[in-house]
C-alpha cells in the first residue's frame, strides 16, 4: 500500500479530539490553562511473561509493573488534551497558534503515533484532494518513507519510555489505581488543572521511582471481562459497581486511532 499525502490547513483535524502529550506537552498545555485527563489501561503481565516481540516489547516499555490483587500487571498511563470542537489553540484562520510547540502527535499526523497501528486513510478527517499520487510520499509498500515523520515517532516511543516512572510517581501521589483492560478500554481521571500541575512538575522533577503500594484496580463495562480477571486473580469490577466513582469509563471504539 502507497500513501501520498500534503496537509491542505483544512483544520478538520483541530476538532473534537484526545490528544495524547508527553509530560512537557502536559505541562505545557496545563500551564496554558486547558485540561489534562488522565488515562489508564493495564495489561496482564506474569512473572516469567516475555517480550519477545516487538509489539510486547513496546508495551513494557512505556508501562510500569504493577499487581491487582494476586495478578502482575504493566499499567500504561497517558496524559491526554481532550475538547470537544475546536481546540483551545486553533485561530480563525485555521492556523495552529502554537505551532512551534505543537505536541508531537500533531507533528506526526495523520501518520499513527503507535508504530504498531496501521494508517487508513478512511480513518483521518482530511478532505480527499490532501491525497493522492501527486503529493509527497508518506507510505510505500505500508511503511512510512518521510524521514521526518519516522524521527518524530521515534522521539515520541523514547519519551513514553523515558517518562514512565514520572507516570508512575503521579499515579501514588494522586492515588490514582484503577485502569482498563488494555485494548478494551480506559479508566479516565480528571484532576483539577492546578493540582494535576502542581504534582506533575513534582513528579517530573523526581528521577527516582516510587511504586505505588495500592493494588491496581481493573475496571470493565463487560461481565465476562470481569468473570475472567477474577478468575485469573485480579481485583476487578464494572463500572456500575463504582456509584463513587472518582473517574469515567471509555471504550475503545469511541477512540479515534491515533489517540494512543
Not at 208 to 219: D, E
Request: hydrophobic share 40%; glycine share 4%; with cysteine.
Amino acid at each position: 500500500m502507497n500513501i501520498n499525502f500534503e496537509c491542505t490547513s483544512c483544520g478538520r483535524c483541530c476538532h473534537d479530539l484526545k490528544v495524547p502529550l508527553t509530560v512537557s506537552e502536559a505541562i505545557d498545555w496545563l500551564s496554558d490553562g486547558n485540561d489534562v485527563q488522565v488515562f489508564c489501561e493495564a495489561v496482564p503481565w506474569p512473572a516469567d511473561a516475555s517480550a519477545d516481540d516487538l509489539q510486547a516489547a513496546h508495551k513494557k516499555r512505556r508501562s510500569f509493573s504493577s499487581v491487582s490483587g494476586s495478578l502482575s500487571i504493566r499499567v500504561i498511563v497517558i496524559f491526554v488534551a481532550t475538547f470537544s470542537g475546536a481546540c483551545p489553540n486553533l485561530q480563525a484562520d485555521m492556523r495552529c497558534g502554537i505551532y512551534a510547540r505543537r505536541p508531537l502527535v500533531c507533528r506526526i499526523y495523520p501518520a499513527e503515533i503507535n508504530p504498531f497501528v496501521e494508517l487508513l486513510q478512511a480513518n483521518k478527517s482530511c478532505p480527499p484532494e490532501a491525497w493522492g499520487e501527486d503529493k509527497l510520499p508518506l507510505v510505500e509498500n505500508g511503511k512510512i518513507v518521510d524521514v521526518a515523520t519516522m524521527a518524530l515517532i521515534r522521539q515520541s516511543c523514547e519519551a513514553d519510555a523515558q517518562e514512565v516512572h514520572i507516570k508512575e510517581n503521579l499515579c501514588a501521589a494522586l492515588q490514582i489505581d484503577s485502569a482498563a483492560l488494555a485494548n478494551e478500554g480506559f479508566v479516565i481521571y480528571s484532576p483539577g488543572r492546578a493540582v494535576l500541575l502542581e504534582t506533575l512538575r513534582k513528579a517530573a522533577e523526581d528521577l527516582n521511582p516510587h511504586p505505588t503500594r495500592l493494588t491496581w484496580r481493573y475496571i470493565s463495562n463487560q461481565q465476562s471481562t470481569i468473570d475472567i480477571l477474577r478468575s485469573i486473580g485480579a481485583v476487578s469490577s464494572l463500572v456500575a459497581e463504582n456509584p463513587d466513582r472518582k473517574f469515567e469509563y471509555l471504550g475503545c471504539g469511541v477512540l479515534k486511532p491515533n489517540c494512543t
